[in-house]
């Protein structure tokens, strides 16, 4: 292997930044509406523990925040400086999402996430409240911006090939807006963001219930997240039904890949594996544990439905379809099948186990539960919080390992994407800078998570205390650095 | 009108939102060991810019999304061909955000002065390198007949990119400390008007020789809007010798004023400089890179248009909307108030 291919490096470097600046963006999605509910009820009933817990959990959205900006501008910058021959084959169609989004959205929730922070003591009340609805408005319509723009590489629409062959052009920007990927993958990535942030806040308040501590405020705090995990699972779980019949129209190999499934088959023998053992080439299977029926339903929603397997798509693509790019894959337009084979598989099993512990949580803390909850049991519910990333990080890894060899579906190989005028040896500088810095920032982020996490929510007011209603929004000091 | 010459000047003004909101967050971090002499002081240099620098920030952000959307060949050309120069930004970008956010959350001197030099430095580099950038996308860069820069970091380290980096720096260090002078009391204050009179002369000196040796430049390519140029100069000089006049007559919000004005006809100097190209080759004029040969399609500049011309007034009322509800100095009373509420 070339270890300074820039090819392989620039890769690299996209897959760990976009990763690492996805354990930012889903929290910012779910905790900010969290923290929007938590400050109405506040709002609505004087109840203090409410006001509490927004400034508990405000402040581990906001330690998050200013992660996602700083990583997100190395997002954008990246596309040019390492995949500038991708930048100006799509740039007519992919550029004006990612305008839209920042004239539209970003501008918008970067103003009011500001105003919000700053603004506890110097904003009237009913406006601060709008402040964080605003706030979440704009990270809803900022991640729509950015999964129409990835739609348009796993599944092109809207756009016409140049007179010269050299770009694509834009033809209908609606169509580019209302891809079936981007309307599937949105609710399925916001349901995703709210099930992790649901595992945040189960980790926050159990680590606190287990030492007895806080438990007027972090107990609601606890069921609202186990209540929002489920929520959040049975909306992933829709919108992933969804998105995975969307999947097998326009991106059918995927779907064969996510169950390295070599001949195509119908009916009982479309069969969904659980677990499978390939030869060592990747071509075949050795052996597996397979549910008869599953796949062909998954895929077309009928048990009798047929699935294409990549042994005939690889025909059809090399054949008929894309034969001007079957030399350069060498006839092979399968992704790495173990790859997607295990991360779609990782994918639904975070989902499940986050999932099945929290509805374990809902039953042992029910209102007339007899025992108290076992100690194993709220270290397991602490846990709650990297399942569900993970799950969303083996999720992203499926979609975009499973959209190769292409950067843009039947268009552009990822191969021909990459700028050709820089060297290997300044994409590995950038790549061993982006690793240090974001590994050293993880450590730092990490501990002031933990340590925002045990330092908990201000305690109630006591019976002598005063009036606790007035109290907090003035004393909150308006600066906060 | 050809769109794309709309677009030209659309990105221009994203980019000089950028320079002259950002620019003033760059003064205020390179500021800092200047004039944060305790942590109370440091306290209040740093929440000057507290409720703004992320949403200052942001127009680089949709600055390098619209350069994207309505220029790609541009955009393409620039940031494979910048490489080195935008990663250093990028990295101090990061090292400057997140250190606003962890300063304060350990009541650890040696913590904070981490973070405190993590600012200064990650506001100096890329103060000057914006510069140096610019300064090469308007003199012209080897570019090959694929449109592919083909130079390395030192091509763009010649004479008139660093003097207009160090340009750069100098202006964006002389308004972070009138915005200082703007924004605090007592004697940070102080401290903040004597700087501003100490970078007076040197900030002068550069600022004149970029606009002279960028009005000769135009001159010799034979620049359309040469008289264009030659007056966005004249009015960035007068703004800084009104800026200069302003501080030393204890008039803070005017110095502050004239700075912005400097910053905006600065970058409009070399923006107009530029124009028709946006990358012109020194290998070959043939292959340079001019407005109509680098944007996108009339359909997606019509649609950006819209988009533009709807949001970019709202984007502006409500920001500055945030000024005003920010408006307040940032006294010592402040900061001490603040820090026995935390203690408490």
Redesign the interface.
Known sequence: MDFLDPLLLARWQFGLTTLYHFIFVPLTLGMSLFVAIFQTVWHRTGDVKWLHLTRFFGKIF??N???G??????Q??Q????W??Y??F???????P???????A???E??????W???WN??PRRIHLLTIWMTVVGTWLSAYFILAANAFMQNPKGYQMSASGH?A???D?WQVLTNPVALTQFPHTISAALMFSAGVVIAASAWHLARKQNIEMLRPALKFGLWAMIIGFVAVFLSGDQLGLVMVQTQPMKMAAAEAMFNSACGANASFSIFSIGTPDGTGEVWSLRVPYVLAFLSTHDFNGCVEGINDLNQLYTTQLFPQFADQVNGNFAPVLWVTYWAFRWMMGFGLLSTAIAAAGLWVTRKNAKRPVAGWMWRLAVWQAPLALLGILVGWIFTEMGRQPWIVFGLMLTQDGV????PGW?VL??LI??TA?YAI?AV??FG?IV??VKEGPQPLPGPDDPDPSDVPVD??????? | MDLAYLWFFIVGVLFVGYFVLDGFDFGVGMSLPFLGKDEVSR?QV??TI???W??N??W???A???L??????W???????F??P??LI??A???R??S??????RDDLRWKRRFDWMITIGSAVPALLWGVAVANIVQGVPIDA?????GSLFTLLNPYGLWVGVTTLLLFLLHGVYFVGLKTDGQVHHDAQALGKKLAIPTVIFAAGTVVWTIFLAAGRGAPLLWAVIACGVIAAVALLLSVWFNMADRDGKAFAAGAVTIVFAVLTLWLALFPYVMPSTTDDAFSLTISNAS??P??LQ??SW??LI??PL?LA??AW?YW??RKR?TRT??E??EL??AH
């Open positions: 906001l330690i925040f200013a992660m900006i700083v990583t997100g501008i190395v954008e910058f596309f040019g400086m390492n500038s021959s930048s100006r799509v740039g007519d169609v992919f550029g004006a990612l305008a839209f989004e920042g004239l539209m970003f501008f918008f970067a103003t009011f996430i500001g105003l922070i700053f603004g110097k904003l770009r052009e834009m033809a920007f700028s050709p005028n820089v300044t500088i950038s800078a982006f810095i920032l730092v982020e002031l340590k925002t004393q909150t000091p308006s600066t906060v650095y | 306290r740093i929440n507290g409720p703004i992320d949403l920030e942001t680089v952000i949709v390098g999304a619209c994207f959307a309505a220029f790609p060949e955009y393409a050309t620039l940031f494979s061909g490489y080195l935008l990663l990028l990295l970008l990061i090292a955000g997140v606003f956010e962890y300063r304060h959350q694929d449109k592919n820069f083909t996108s399609t359909m997606t649609i950006m988009a533009a949001f970019l984007v409500y920001q945030t509800i920010f940032i402040t900061i108030k603040a509420t935390a």
